[in-house]
Nanobody
């Protein structure tokens, strides 16, 4: 059972940057994709970005050009670098890698 652990959330002003990290413990056998999702208040959880074990990435249109997902297989971590943050990026961000993490809050506000 994989238990992802997210870190790196916080409060940032519009236009600012944050870097989220997902560290996955446990057996990763059979896990081929790690993804970041987010859930804003009153909204459904949505996929933000994903990355396969071979490094193929996918992004939702709303974050293309602003967010970058990357992985470090040696450290079993996946990161989400976020630039040019907007108030609408405010949400709890979750890592999924064979299981769900607890989430980390990202708030974009002046």
């Amino acid at each position: 059972q994989v238990q992802p652990l997210e870190s790196g959330g916080g409060l940032v002003q519009p236009g600012g940057s944050l870097r989220l990290s997902c560290a996955a413990s446990g057996s990763r056998f059979g896990i081929t994709v790690t993804a970041w999702y987010r859930q804003a208040p009153g909204k459904q959880r949505e996929l933000v970005a994903s990355i396969t074990n071979s490094g193929i990435t996918n992004y939702v249109d709303a974050v293309k050009g602003r967010f970058t997902i990357s992985r470090d297989n040696a450290k079993n971590t996946v990161s989400l670098q976020m630039h040019s943050l907007k108030p609408e990026d405010t949400a709890v961000y979750y890592c999924y890698s064979g299981g769900w993490g607890q989430g980390t809050q990202v708030t974009v506000s002046s």
